[in-house]
């Protein structure tokens, strides 16, 4: 099959990367960016024939061809990044400049003795045993070109390892800022990997924002490994500006009896795609992934999650909420597989979207495929406007027609985040989202999404 | 203050109002009673403007002015203050803002200063007085985990926040234990005065003991077929709805 020249581009671009610099790199690595970087030329980017890009065109993203960043930049206003970083982990954060390790942004000293935390560049070199048996562990290249493309680039991005029993209290974020200069057109291929071992428990935010308007594509993995009776939060955002390409996978394996809760938040991008891949791979697990996604304007969100059900009796939840708006359009599609020794698994899917404009377009879809007999599985998915009884008592107390949209959506969007364990990283989703609404979407002033005290069970 | 002429309104292509005639005069309390089915929920819904209802016929002169050609929101700016039969839950957004929002455009409206945060905390904190709430119902989401009886009587907090002219209460008293009904009501008592007007829509008689009403309508397949004092509430309690329905009948 003929090359063609979008996937030449990152063909050269991988090659020169390996010839200048990168060749600092153990030769372990230098093979796993060679066969991942022949993946994706044997895949090439995907196209709306792909199933799993159906609904999907990428085709805008390939047609550009991306340059990593040099160091030819302006300087970054330092203090601006600092607002960037969420107050909660002002000491427990790392960051990331186009991809780029800063360590004078980063702060760490919150964190305890033990808890390794750097970035993946150093991590490497001083702990490269553990990182050569665990990237790739799971993740099938051959089935996932934007990740085999980023496994080509294998460079820098978060490293962090929770070793047994040790609980950490304080949220770590990492966060990932584009300078996304207006007439650059960069890519940056951030890799994290998060290792947790038994019996411990932290929470992280992995969160992407773009200084600039520039056009600018940020392809990044992460791969997650829960231990035994480990217990994860885990909090993705997507929140870069309108010229950002994102596409973004996580991989996440489970062993027996360990707590995997995750949440997406999708705001940003000019097209966004986010895929969750859960391998539960221990008994009695429990799985947690929900996220609350808001589009307008032109975007496109797409979210493929995908849990494998490899053990028996584990629990798994589901719960995604779209409030699409504008000409946007929205994804999701939830594949849920449930293996034959996967006996009294009990699934639960839900994705509701709110429809806020008559050239929104949402697509959902459900996929499951059960080879045990004794499961609970169920799912279901709504598309619909604000409801007419609702609105009408809120308008009865005299609040117009567009607050009382905004009291509502407002409203629509608290069920999911509060599933947000940790109330104060909730509370900064909640204010994401509410800028978000007021800003684009319902431009008038808005509730304080309260939570309930009362948590339904 | 309400003139009601030959209202007729239909729901899903149903008639069920079937020319309603009724007014109502500032300071006065009318009850509504009739049968299950009877419209007395759809006259409620129809005054404050529920969009499900079409009307067909008839008009409502509300202070001199065309209810039916007003939106709901601004029924409520005008005075309208419907309590709901099933109070709507709002997950998410507290008491305290929902109620705020309305007040203040209600405020808007009639040419008042909007209160700030602190002036209306310190109203709603009197008002929940009134209902006997605690003041851990201000930040909760609206509705949301309210027992039967919470909901109806955050209704009644509203009202008594919203200060409306004509009240309606769509079977306020259904599925309340009595002591809820008497908190309910004592609420409604203490709201009541000369330039303001209610109109209690209700199945049960019971009540009208602790509301007490100058006019009794009892609405049967969508008409009013006989209007009394007090005693004709204490009549259908005693006798039931079939011995007005057949009174009714003969007469027509």
Redesign the interface.
């Known amino acids: 099959m003929a090359i063609g020249k979008e996937v030449e581009h990152y063909l050269a671009e991988q090659r020169a990367f390996e010839g200048n610099g990168a060749s600092g790199a153990p030769s372990w690595l230098k093979e796993m960016r060679s066969t991942a970087i022949d993946s994706f030329s044997r895949q090439g980017f995907p196209t709306i024939h792909d199933e799993d890009w159906r609904f999907t065109d990428i085709l805008p993203l390939a047609k550009i061809p991306f340059t990593r960043y040099g160091k030819d930049r302006s300087p970054l206003n330092v203090a601006r990044v600092g607002e960037l970083v969420y107050r909660g982990s002002r000491n427990s954060v790392l960051v990331f400049v186009d991809g780029r390790f800063d360590p004078s942004l980063s702060d760490t000293s919150a964190l305890p003795a033990g808890v390794v935390v750097r970035d993946l560049a150093a991590a490497i070199l001083s702990q490269s045993e553990l990182v050569r048996q665990n990237l790739n562990r799971n993740l099938p290249l051959q089935k996932h070109p934007f990740a085999a493309l980023n496994s080509g680039f294998i460079d820098d991005g978060a490293f962090v390892h929770i070793p047994a029993k040790t609980h950490i209290e304080v949220p770590i974020e990492l966060l990932f800022v584009s300078t996304a200069e207006v007439n650059r057109k960069n890519v940056s291929h951030p890799r994290n990997l998060i290792l947790v071992d038994e019996t411990a428990s932290v929470t992280l935010l992995e969160s992407y924002v773009s200084v600039g308007e520039g056009t600018h594509f940020t392809n990044a993995v992460t791969e997650v490994r829960v231990a035994s009776e480990a217990a994860v939060d885990y909090v993705k955002i997507s929140g870069e500006s309108g010229g950002a390409y994102h596409v973004g996978t996580m991989e996440v394996h489970q062993a027996s009896k360990s707590r995997f809760t995750g949440f997406s938040l999708a705001l940003g991008g000019s097209i966004s795609r986010n895929d969750f891949n859960i391998t539960v791979d221990g008994e009695q697990c429990e799985t947690m992934l929900d996220g609350l996604y808001v589009s307008s304007g032109d975007q496109l969100i797409d979210h493929h999650t995908f849990i494998d059900h490899k053990r028996p009796e584990c629990s798994s939840r589901e719960i995604f909420k779209g409030i699409v708006a504008g000409r946007s359009r929205t994804v999701f599609n939830g594949k849920i597989l449930v293996r034959q020794e996967a006996q009294k698994t009990d699934s639960k899917q839900t994705n509701k979207n709110l429809l806020l404009s008559e050239k929104a377009t949402v697509d959902t879809k459900p996929q499951l495929e059960i080879f045990a007999d004794d499961v609970k599985c169920t799912h279901g998915a709504t598309v619909g406007g604000l409801d ?3 609105l ?10 567009e ?2 949209q905004g ?2 959506t ?6 999911v985040t ?1 599933f947000i364990n940790d109330e104060s990283l909730r509370e900064h989703v909640d204010g994401l989202v509410l800028r978000k609404l007021r800003d684009e979407v319902i431009k008038v002033p808005l ?8 948590k339904p069970g | 203050m309400l003139e009601i002429v030959n209202l007729h309104a239909n729901v899903g292509g149903k008639e069920i109002l079937k020319g309603i005639n009724l007014t109502v005069k500032a300071g006065e309390v009318h009850a509504i009673m009739g049968p299950n089915g009877s419209g007395k929920s759809t006259l409620a819904q129809v005054l ?5 209802y079409e009307v067909t016929e008839g008009k409502v002169i509300y202070e001199a002015k065309d209810l039916l050609e007003m ?3 601004v ?3 005008e005075g309208v ?2 309590a ?1 039969q099933y ?2 839950e ?5 008491n305290s ?3 705020k ?3 203040n ?2 405020r808007k ?1 009639r040419g008042l200063e909007p209160l700030d945060a602190l002036e209306f905390l310190k109203l709603l904190k009197e008002k929940m007085k009134l209902v006997e709430m605690d003041a ?1 119902f201000i ?3 609206v509705n ?2 309210f027992s039967g009886g919470e909901k109806k009587r955050n209704e009644i907090l ?1 009202m008594a926040v ?1 200060d409306p002219k004509l009240a309606i209460l769509d079977e306020t008293d259904s599925g309340l234990d009595i002591d809820a009904l008497k908190i309910v009501a004592n609420g409604v008592n203490k709201l009541r005065n000369p330039r303001n007007a209610v109109v209690v829509v209700t199945h049960y008689q019971r009540l009208l003991n602790h509301i007490v009403p100058d006019f009794v309508h009892v609405l049967v397949n969508g008409k009013i077929v006989k209007s009394g004092d007090k005693n004709l509430a204490l009549e259908l309690e005693s006798n039931g709805y079939d011995s007005v329905k057949e009174e009714a009948e003969s007469l027509a």
Do not use: C, W
């Not at chain 2, 709002?90 to 507290?94: A, D, F, K, N």
């Open positions: 007419g009884t609702s009408f008592y809120v308008k009865s107390r005299g609040v117009g027609e607050a009382a009291v509502l407002a409203g629509f969007a608290s069920e509060g509730p304080d999404i309260v939570h309930s005290m009362v | 404050a403007g529920h969009p499900s939106d709901p929101e029924r409520a700016q203050f419907l709901f109070p709507v709002i997950p998410g957004v507290s803002y929902f109620l929002a309305g007040l455009e209600i409206y851990s930040n909760r989401p949301e985990g509203q919203l």
